[in-house]
């Protein structure tokens, strides 16, 4: 193994001894990150990123790994933590420390104190451009370790959540320096948040549980991207398929789709998986819990462990024990059983591997590249939240299609003037 027996960059990892084991998974991605191996073909000559300090906080996976060493090949100096508790893969970790000297903090299941202390070690770093997932280094940075704003040029977030919280410090005018929205980038979430949370989330789901969906009644709570995702492939595996709904367009959407919509507290009389993707809070609350029937499972894979209100479970029940690994069995005064999985962290991080290489690919893509943008044009940039350059979303697009074989047409001459004219008409 080709591992750096001596000086290992900075670190808090669970155990260097699985770095070998976390290379070939890093490797086995990467074969199926078609792009992101051309961007890091590219950044080894051209050198974008040289010198650059990068503070990134994502999900430490084999797919985050690929984007670490394609930053790192740019020129960047990285410092990866984790922006989740229990997403880490203890290999990856070690493999990105031992393997390819990427200064990393991160430990599977580490408490909320140690998950803090490894986003301050990011920090330490004086990072000159932040890559985040959920904003909560962003967040650190603004309201506690606000020393090392000054020296931020600027940042990127991968995640709805993020986004939605940095467009509040945006609008409150609050937000220090530009972020660049990785996950409005039409080939991150039409991909990543349908596709990837999709498959993802039912893999947590039956890796966690083992459950035949097929005849499933599955309650859906949210019908965004992530929840339309993991809607049609639930529907795909012959589950009988529930949308819950808050906003009138989305529900008309899932109505359309060919789905039962309903209001939450109908569908816990009569579902029995209930799997929520809002990015909200409380949204399976109390009065829920009551009207579930017995052996009912609920799971999260939204960004944070708020979607599941657990301290309600844990006031109803009178006692829990886990009746598998990640499926936590909660029993109800009058006896019924609730189970809920990953401790309402996000299933498919937690109880599986996250979204396939593949889609991360796009994603992680988008992320390179908008790092690339911010290194160039920091200074053209104001304290706002930007949308992915439209070049850089097609040019995504256009080399995933080509890894896939796939061509496509042009406009001929005469459509693109038809397009750009007005006075044609019947
Ligand atoms: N978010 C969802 N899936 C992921 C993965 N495989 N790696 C990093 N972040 C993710």
Redesign the pocket.
Known sequence: MNTMSQNLPKHDIKDPNLADAGRQRIEWADRHMPVIRLIRERFEREKPLKGLRLAAC??V????ANLARTLKAGGGEVTLCASNPL?TQDDTAAALVCCYGISTFAIRGEDNDTYYRHLHDALSSKPQITLD?GADLVSNLHQKETQWLDGVMGGTE??TTGVIRLNSMAEEGVLRYPIVAVNDALTKHLF?NRY??GQ?TLDGIIRATNLLLAGTRIAICGYGWCGKGVASRAKGHGADVIIVEVDPTRALEAVMDGFRVMPLAEAAKVGTLFITVTGNKHVLREEHFRAMSDGAIVANSGHFNVEIDLEALERLSKSQRLVRPLVREYEMEDGRRICVLADGRLV??SAA?????SV?DM?FANQALAVEHISRESKNLSNKVYTVPVEIDRKVARLKLESLGVSIDQLTPEQDRYLKSWTEGT
């Open positions: 994502l999900h996976t084999t797919e985050t997403s997932d991968e995640t990543d990837g949370t993802s498919n991080l591997e996250g979204h396939p290489a991360m994603s």
